[in-house]
């Protein structure tokens, strides 16, 4: 098992780019498609927490099930944000890369360099 772990969309630009960058620096990592395994709520409060970001900060706004959802016109818990994202992956901002304790959310693509030192 590798120590760096990116959870991504394999048909994402910013996750193919990250993906490159990886791999031309000769960095091992495990990849997990979230959108076809989904990751729980308690899996996704955790990566968040590692990452610093509340779920507002990790939100895909352009996404079709942010509109149906109404999520930006209405008051939303983080809880319940964090839920919404569990039930539609679609609405995590992604690739998210996790080292040990640490994750970043890896946009613009070299803020995975900070996990890298």
Do not use: W
């Amino acid at each position: 098992m590798s120590e760096i772990t990116v959870y991504e969309k394999p048909t994402c630009t910013k996750c193919r780019q990250l993906n490159a960058l990886l791999t031309e620096r000769g960095i091992d990592f495990d990849r997990v498609n979230f959108h076809i395994d989904p990751l729980s709520a308690q899996q996704i409060a955790d990566l968040l927490g590692k990452a610093g970001l509340r779920p507002r900060d990790a939100l895909r706004t352009n996404e079709a099930a942010y509109k149906e959802l109404d999520l930006g016109r209405r008051e939303v818990s983080d809880e319940e944000l964090i839920g919404l994202m569990a039930e539609h992956p679609e609405l995590l901002q992604r690739p998210i890369v996790v080292r040990g304790d640490r994750a970043v959310l890896a946009r613009p693509t070299e803020a995975v360099l900070a996990l890298l030192d």
